[in-house]
């Protein structure tokens, strides 16, 4: 109960036109080209072309920056940060080789393994997150689809927040497998509370 409230607030915040959101540095010109991370039962996909720590998951982009985690509906924001406890474990497991621009404390650290999250962050957060490193390939979700029509908007035709959220919730069929994704839909009230497109 206390993560969901946790993930609840968080997202909340990431959702909304509120000074939560934040400008992260990372402006793309177009969208972005995505493809999946070639590891056995990754679901995630990244930019191969794009300077940053960019990814998408479960219908939402991910980027690393400045180490935080920032997430949004859209390829080029609004941003939302992500507290580093309910961060998914498929986001969490990326290797570090496809970490475009990885941080200096990345340094030495296995480029095949994913990040030691735990002797960075610390014990607490380690114990926090226990067995998030624990890989069951068959409980793995696919890879979502990409949001593809997102395509059409860059530069002057990026839309507004209010017109994103429309824009999505009626080009966009995909229904997130995630807990912590499936908040981010309700917050920005995507999904109706059924569990439906609205």
Do not use: C
């Not at 920032?70 to 496809?98: E, H, K, Q, T």
């Not at 990040?115 to 890989?135: F, I, V, Y």
Request: aromatic fraction near 16%; hydrophobic fraction near 35%.
């Amino acid at each position: 109960m206390r993560v969901r409230l946790m993930v609840l607030l968080i997202l909340m915040f990431s959702a909304t036109a509120t000074p939560a959101q934040v400008s992260i540095g990372t402006n793309l010109e177009s969208y972005p080209n995505l493809v999946p991370i070639p590891v056995p039962g990754s679901p995630v996909y990244y930019a191969p072309q794009v300077a940053s720590n960019y990814f998408f998951y479960d219908g939402l982009y991910w980027v690393y920056q400045g180490d935080d985690w920032y997430a949004s509906s859209w390829y080029n924001g609004p941003w939302g940060l992500v507290a580093r406890d309910v961060v998914p474990v498929y986001v969490l497991r990326i290797p570090v080789r496809f970490y475009r621009k990885p941080p200096a404390h990345f340094e030495g650290w296995e480029r095949n393994a994913p990040p030691q999250w735990g002797q960075h962050w610390g014990a607490g957060w380690e114990q926090q997150r226990r067995g998030w490193n624990s890989r069951d390939r068959r409980a793995a979700p696919s890879l979502a689809i990409l949001p593809a029509y997102q395509r059409k908007y860059s530069g002057d035709r990026y839309p507004q927040v209010a017109e994103q959220r429309v824009l999505h919730g009626r080009k966009y069929g995909y229904q997130p497998e995630d807990a912590a994704v499936q908040e981010h839909y309700q917050q920005q009230k995507l999904l109706n509370a059924k569990g439906k497109r609205s």
